[in-house]
């Protein structure tokens, strides 16, 4: 069953760091696009991260500098390293799989098998 | 950086209507555009890539459309199960960005 389980989530003060996990099964996450999604409460979908295509990473810009997207292949596992914690990184962090639905000349990515998500919040 | 627009924010619908949702681009995307359903407390699921292809095991109720800059999603036969919220997200820029509308909450009328 292709499959992302979230860890790592929970209670850290403004300026902390956490790292959240990302565990696969079904699937390699070294042969897909992986991202990080996230929710803050009661509001809508941000995308932080991604990870591709050897260890290529792109950020949003609300994060860059702050987040840190990898991978560790033999654990089929992604992470999150987060530093630097604001409140405003409260949210639910989701996993996803960022899949490409090729044709002959591009491919379109979806992201279409996502974890259960995790929640951070950043309070003193 | 591409913004996507969605509307209406939210929806009043009963069981068997057929709804629209909309997504607008802040430029053209061709049809780099995905659509995802989120119900309270889950993980958003795929429901249209490409702009109009149904995912796997998506029913086929849903439609998608649009190319460029104007999108829209389409419920034909809305049934309870649909009562969430939707979203757009432009893949255009991918893999360096990607960009969710606000959503669209439809709600039982």
């Known amino acids: 069953e292709v499959q992302l389980v979230e860890s790592g989530g929970g209670l850290v003060q403004p300026g902390g760091s956490l790292r959240l996990s990302c565990a696969a099964s079904g699937f390699t996450v070294s042969s897909n696009y992986m991202s990080w999604v996230r929710q803050a409460p009661g509001k809508g979908l941000e995308w932080v991260s991604v990870i591709y295509s050897g260890d290529n990473t792109y950020h949003a810009d609300s994060v860059k500098g702050r987040f840190t997207i990898s991978r560790h292949n033999s654990k089929n596992t992604v992470y999150l390293q987060m530093n630097s914690l604001r409140a405003e990184d409260t949210a639910v962090y989701y996993c996803?799989?960022?899949?490409?639905?090729?044709?002959?000349?591009?491919?379109?990515?979806?992201?279409?098998?996502w974890g259960q998500g995790t929640t951070v919040t950043v309070s003193s | 950086d591409i913004q996507m627009t969605q509307s209406p924010s939210s929806l009043s619908a009963s069981v068997g209507d057929r709804v629209t949702i909309t997504c607008r681009a802040s430029q053209s995307i061709s049809n780099y555009l995905n659509w995802y359903q989120q119900k309270p407390g889950k993980a958003p699921k795929l429901l249209i890539y490409a702009a109009s292809s149904l995912q796997s095991g998506v029913p086929s109720r849903f439609s998608g459309g649009g190319s460029g800059t104007d999108f829209s999603l389409t419920i034909s036969g809305l049934q309870p199960e649909d009562f969430a919220t939707y979203y757009c997200q432009q893949s255009y820029s991918a893999p360096s960005m990607y960009t969710f509308g606000q959503g669209t909450k439809l709600e039982i009328k």
């Open positions: 996803a799989r960022d899949l490409g639905y090729c044709s002959d000349t591009t491919c379109h990515y979806g992201m279409d098998v």
